[in-house]
């Protein structure tokens, strides 16, 4: 089956400054990459997707490239805001699959210090 | 669109007994439900795949005796934790795929349960 891996697992950035996530992936048939932020005790909140048929897709402050050669995939945050800090999950999702089973990543706590 | 209403958000039951925990989807037809366990700071498992009016499919180390799952309609997914003890205790979320009527998932709001 998939196997997401999320690095780093902690990362603490000064307001303003970008953050940078990472995630690797080990199914070369996944062609669904999202991003969810996570708050404590709230469901996952869907803040960017890429399919894989492009390589980078942006929104505003959040982008995310996609390297499919590689099997990797990388959320970048420009100019963070308090606001920012959550938990950060990837996940992989064949959507052509039987049941489009999504593996999520181990998450990353992002600490935005004003 | 594409709610997920998932229900209790929180109980607090004793050890031994069973808990019920649903999903319903408002808006839409749910043929396929997953339902995730997360531990504190850590991420979130799958613990099996739901298909309405059929059996569950559970993930390697997921007791199916244990989980019981009911996908009875399109609408409505349940998850019933039987003899619940304390080490049961986690944050259960259902999801619903959204490929039929475009892309993406959406998630049910949790549920924390707590097994004293």
């Known amino acids: 089956g998939e196997n997401v891996e999320q690095h780093p697992s902690t990362l603490s950035v000064q307001e303003g400054d970008s953050a940078v996530i990472k995630c690797t992936y080990s199914?070369?048939?996944?062609?669904?990459f999202p991003w969810y932020k996570q708050e404590l005790g709230k469901r996952p909140q869907l803040i960017i997707d890429?399919?894989?048929?492009?390589g980078e897709k942006k929104d505003q402050r959040i982008a995310v490239t996609l390297n499919k050669t590689a099997k990797h995939f990388s959320l970048h945050i420009t100019e963070t805001q308090p606001e920012d800090s959550a938990v950060y999950f990837c996940?992989?999702?064949?959507?052509?699959?039987?049941?489009?089973?999504?593996?999520f990543g181990k998450g990353t706590l992002l600490t935005v210090n004003p | 669109g594409a709610v997920v209403s998932q229900h209790p958000s929180w109980v607090i039951c004793k050890s031994g007994t069973s808990v019920k925990i649903e999903c319903r989807s408002l808006?839409?037809?749910?043929?396929?439900m997953f339902w995730y366990r997360q531990f504190p700071k850590q991420s979130l498992m799958l613990m099996a795949t739901?298909?309405?009016?059929?059996?569950?499919t559970y993930e390697q180390g997921v007791e199916k005796d244990k989980f019981l799952i009911n996908h009875a309609s399109l609408t409505l997914s349940t998850l019933t934790v039987t003899s619940a003890h304390p080490e049961d205790s986690s944050f259960y979320i259902c999801?619903?795929?959204?490929w039929g009527v475009g892309a993406g998932y959406t998630f049910g709001s949790g549920t924390r349960l707590t097994v004293v």
């Open positions: 999801s619903a795929n959204l």
């Open positions: 199914d070369s048939a996944s062609n669904y």
């Open positions: 739901s298909n309405e009016g059929s059996k569950a």
């Open positions: 808006d839409f037809q749910a043929t396929t």
């Open positions: 890429i399919r894989s048929n492009v």
């Open positions: 996940a992989a999702a064949n959507s052509g699959g039987s049941n489009y089973k999504l593996t």
